[in-house]
């Protein structure tokens, strides 16, 4: 025998409370990958900032004192731009996560609207309904600029690291362009991997294949 109206009804009562349930733990998920990219960058600035002091200081007081503090500056330096560098693939992975995310509320959004008008609410502000948006990759987006700063501060680090590495007075547009090249090619590394994740499904975006 076919189910009845009032198990029917129940059964889709269930089914909205979890569509509601899984909304807003979708949307707490979405702002906490949001606030991960900006807590990424606070950490590297602060980290950064202090690191960048240290090194130029140890090296200011072996040019003062004589004696040679190159080492140990050159490897902090250079333990930290590995740091950096996956900072900056984290922040670039949590974008994927974020985007996942926020699709899959544009699509319950457009569902409900689809097939409910609340109060005669017909969602004329065009809040987010499509499941193909946001794209991985807008450089106009807020968590795009916070990645692009992140890259910048990895290029300044090997910036410092070459200045205490190689020196010399004629050396400022090899730093200049290494430093450039470590940028672009961050850059090229991030709109690659996110514009490959497009008309992918979720296991396909989130999870390589080995």
Not at 18 to 47: G, K, P, V, W
Not at 104 to 110: D, F, K, L, S, V
Not at 152 to 181: D, E, H, M, R
Request: one cysteine or more.
């Amino acid at each position: 025998m076919g189910d009845t109206p009032d198990k029917i009804f129940e059964q889709e009562k269930e089914a909205l409370k979890f569509l509601e349930r899984d909304f807003n733990q979708c949307f707490q998920q979405m702002r906490h990958y949001d606030s991960q990219i900006f807590d990424i960058l606070r950490f590297m600035f602060t980290a950064y900032t202090a690191l960048i002091g240290l090194a130029l200081g140890l090296y200011q007081v072996g040019l003062k004192l004589s004696q040679d503090f190159t080492l140990p500056a050159i490897v902090a330096l250079a333990v930290g731009l590995l740091l950096g560098l996956f900072m900056f693939a984290l922040s670039v992975r949590t974008r994927v996560y974020f985007v996942q995310v926020a699709r899959y509320i544009n699509e319950q959004r457009g569902f409900f609207f689809q097939f409910f008008v609340p109060l005669g609410f017909s969602n004329k502000s065009d809040m987010y309904t499509k499941p193909d948006q946001p794209p991985y990759f807008n450089w106009k987006s807020s968590q795009a600029w916070f990645t692009y700063i992140i890259a910048g501060l990895n290029s300044t680090l090997l910036g410092v690291l070459l200045f205490i590495s190689f020196p010399g007075k004629n050396k400022w547009c090899y730093l200049w362009f290494c430093a450039l090249l470590l940028f672009i090619v961050q850059l090229i590394f991030a709109i690659i991997f996110l514009k490959s994740r497009e008309n992918k499904n979720t296991s396909e975006s989130v999870v390589e294949k080995g």
